[in-house]
């Protein structure tokens, strides 16, 4: 005998009414280049949530996202068509620290307003009683950090990429002990011109440094945040061989 599973209803309101309900109140004090940006950061917020949000839901909401997903025509829907605003506090940090990194070509500028946009819709969420002061506190701390922090990351790896891609290097031809392929690597400690990485090894955790790197992305760097990058030790020196992106944390 099958088990009968009660699905959960569509949320009402939805993420997408609430969404645009914000977005349409804000859209009436703004300047027409802010508001653009503003319909931008709300609509890749909602591509975020779309996208991966799903993975963080229970049984029975996994049910009744598959029965309307999969559905086709005006049956179906996405994440932010079936669930309700309770589900915006917790899916802020993926799109502020890698969402806007990984998938969206945009410069400093938009990563700061887009952590204006989401820090404003935090507290925007409590005053229209939809989510808890707590959850608005925890969204305002992530949009106040981005809008502080992605700008500078984005110049950080920019000069980092730059300075890696007249590295000319053959993994091939050093030594295992020499080279660490491309993965993601915390920053453990930064000074003027060198950074130190923690690597992880069949013999766990290790630090990898002194790294040369211009001065002028150290400047911008904390300890704490991520690199995704490769490392090499050549002629005795450690460099970054390959960057893609740093991410603040």
């Not at 997903?69 to 996405?78: F, I, L, Q, S, V």
């Not at 819709?121 to 305002?140: N, P, Q, T, Y």
């Not at 911008?220 to 460099?239: P, Q, V, Y």
Request: charge should be negative; charged fraction near 30%; glycine fraction near 8%.
């Amino acid at each position: 005998m099958k088990k009968i599973i009660n699905l959960p209803k569509i949320a009402e309101p939805t993420i997408e009414q609430v969404l645009e309900e914000f977005l349409a109140e804000q859209l009436k004090k703004l300047k027409p280049k802010t508001a653009s940006g503003y319909r931008d950061a709300i609509q890749l917020f909602k591509d975020c949530m779309n996208g991966y949000a799903y993975q963080s839901l229970s049984k029975t909401e996994t049910a009744l996202f598959d029965k309307y997903y999969n559905a086709e025509g005006k049956e179906h829907k996405e994440f932010s068509q079936l669930f309700g605003p309770d589900k915006i506090a917790e899916n802020t940090g993926e799109f502020l620290g890698h969402f806007l990194i990984r998938k969206v070509m945009a410069g400093g500028d938009f990563k700061r307003l887009a952590g204006t946009v989401i820090k404003k819709l935090s507290k925007w969420l409590v005053e229209k009683g939809h989510i808890s002061g707590e959850d608005a506190a925890m969204g305002e701390a992530e949009g106040a950090a981005a809008a502080r922090d992605l700008p500078k990351a984005e110049k950080a790896g920019n000069i980092l990429y730059e300075s890696a891609e007249h590295m000319d290097i053959d993994p091939n031809e050093l030594d295992d002990a020499d080279y660490h392929d491309f993965d993601h690597y915390t920053i453990e400690k930064v000074e003027p011109g060198k950074l130190w990485l923690e690597v992880y090894t069949e013999k766990g955790k290790s630090t990898i440094g002194p790294i040369a790197v211009p001065k002028e992305a150290t400047a911008l760097l904390h300890e704490g945040w991520d690199i995704s990058c490769s490392i090499a030790r050549i002629r005795g020196k450690w460099m970054l061989v390959e960057v893609a992106n740093v991410y603040p944390q």
